[in-house]
């Protein structure tokens, strides 16, 4: 029998990629639903491609301009926050791929839960801002969360026993100023933080690879994953990005999983949990690799990563201001508003403002600290623009 599986954020790079995958595997998957933002002409096109019954837009203007083009078809349009979570509900859903972008995947991963749905995760956001939550209620259904981050997966791969580990390694790539002089940071522009040297990804993610924002919510990510202290999470840079995570033991032993930097191999993973597929990839070659290296990651340069390990540490709504304060940074640095540095920068101020509530949160305790860090964010780039 085919798994039945809904993919929400289907025309971001994830998204993309994972229809990718089904495309190798139509004879074993059939994709019940897929939802987007506002990318209208692109959903339209999977839809059309895959024969997906179920589609959902975010936006409601562009879901009434959706739903007109595909009056007459076998697929149903749905809108808003609402449709979405219909997609999740569908009741012969077998797997939800969550690969929507920001805090807009917690509350599909917990309807998911709550419908009793496996969920393949890749969105960081999600367990940065609430960990606590869905890991919960996780627990309580029964639910396993299958990672899609490469580095989360390739732990996820590596890992027998938590009781055993002594450490979890999460691998960075350092992004493209891993070597640039600490002083010339400023006068970073956009254009060159969007050109990884290793990874193709969308444009937030690729500027938190350059800020390693990244790597401290993956760090953030997987304690919640996998139950780790802080203490015994680690970031390492490893420029060829071949070795996607490693987990160190007590006896001494480190597993390590290792690939081309490719997203479809912990997609197709996740998939197919826990079965192994042939694909279309080429496989890798250690000897055209040559060489692997490894750093220290210096956190005078990468000032984010102390940033994220710091609000984790702290824990209650701190995580969810740090997230949400550096997406609202990312985008302004896009926009040519602020400096590169300006990034971290802003990120620590508001943290610094924040009024932290600890203790067991709920969903509102979360949705809270996410607006008023948005809104504080705002509010400092507008006062650092008038001046």
């Known amino acids: 029998m085919k798994k039945n599986i809904v993919i929400l954020g289907s025309t971001g790079s994830i998204g993309r990629q994972a229809l990718e995958v089904v495309g190798w595997h139509n004879s074993d998957l059939q994709v019940l639903g897929i939802a987007a933002q506002r990318n209208i002409d692109l959903l339209e096109e999977q839809a059309k491609t895959f024969g997906v019954p179920y589609v959902a837009v975010e936006d409601k203007d562009a879901a009434l301009e959706l739903e007109h083009r595909l009056q007459g078809s076998n697929t149903r349009c749905l809108a808003g926050t609402d449709g979405i979570l219909e997609l999740v509900r569908i009741p012969d859903v077998d797997l939800i791929l969550i690969a929507v972008s920001g805090l807009g995947g917690l509350l599909p991963t917990l309807e998911a839960i709550t419908h009793n749905k496996q969920i393949a995760l890749a969105n960081k956001e999600t367990l940065v801002a609430g960990g606590s939550l869905v890991t919960e209620a996780a627990l309580k259904k029964g639910i396993r969360i299958i990672p899609v981050d490469s580095e989360h997966s ?64 993956e760090i953030i990510e ?68 040559g060489q692997l290296s490894f750093e220290t990651p210096d956190l005078g340069r990468f000032p984010c990563l102390r940033l994220a390990r710091e609000a984790g540490k702290i824990g209650g709504t701190m995580t969810a201001v740090l997230n949400a304060a550096n997406e609202v940074a990312v985008q302004a640095f896009l926009g040519h508003k602020i400096a590169f540095n300006a990034i971290s920068e802003l990120v620590d101020e508001v943290m610094n403002l924040h009024n932290l509530k600890t203790g067991k949160l709920d969903l509102d305790d979360i949705l809270e600290a996410d607006r008023w860090a948005r809104e504080c964010t705002r509010q400092l780039i507008n006062q650092q623009s008038k001046k």
């Not at 400023?186 to 050109?195: H, N, Q, W």
């Not at 802080?230 to 390492?236: K, L, N």
């Not at 032993?253 to 080429?282: C, S, T």
């Open 222 to 289: 997987a304690r919640w994953l996998f139950g780790i202290d802080y203490d015994r999470i680690e970031a390492v840079i490893h420029p060829q990005s071949i070795i996607h995570s490693l987990v160190a033991y007590k006896d001494g032993a480190v597993l390590a999983q290792l690939g081309w930097p490719d997203m479809r191999v912990p997609i197709q993973y996740a998939f197919f949990y826990p079965e192994r597929k042939r694909n279309n990839l080429h496989p890798l070659d250690l000897v055209q690799v």
């Open 154 to 217: 390739a732990i996820f791969q590596c890992l027998e026993d938590t009781a055993d580990v002594e450490k979890l390694l999460i691998t960075a790539s350092g992004g493209p100023f891993r070597e640039m002089p600490v002083d010339q940071l400023k006068k970073i522009t956009p254009e060159m933080a969007l050109r990884h040297p290793t990874w193709q990804m969308g444009d937030k993610i690729t500027i938190d690879s350059a800020t390693l924002m990244n790597k401290g919510l």
